[in-house]
């Protein structure tokens, strides 16, 4: 996996995201794709995401990501809580 880029830059933490779902998941993923469409479950999301918090120091609500489970809208709470 790539470097972890920095918030400052939305489109590089979206190719991050997608990277990262596509190598948990096993599939080709966009910023749209629902993870739970693409095959996720839900404690492989919550794992994610906490590596995601952490590795970012970000706190999210999970409430929102479970909600729109997309790479675009965890780039968007990314965002916001950095």
Request: aromatic fraction near 8%; proline fraction near 7%; hydrophobic fraction near 45%.
């Amino acid at each position: 996996m790539t470097q972890v880029p920095p918030l400052t830059n939305p489109s590089d933490v979206e190719r991050y995201l997608v990277e990262m779902w596509t190598e948990i998941l096993g599939v080709p993923v966009n910023p749209n794709d629902d993870f739970f469409t693409l095959g996720g479950r839900s404690m492989v999301a919550v794992r994610m995401l906490v590596t995601v918090m952490s590795a970012y120091g970000a706190d999210i609500d999970l409430d929102e990501f479970f909600a729109e489970p997309t790479v675009r809208t965890l780039a968007r709470l990314l965002g916001r809580a950095g």
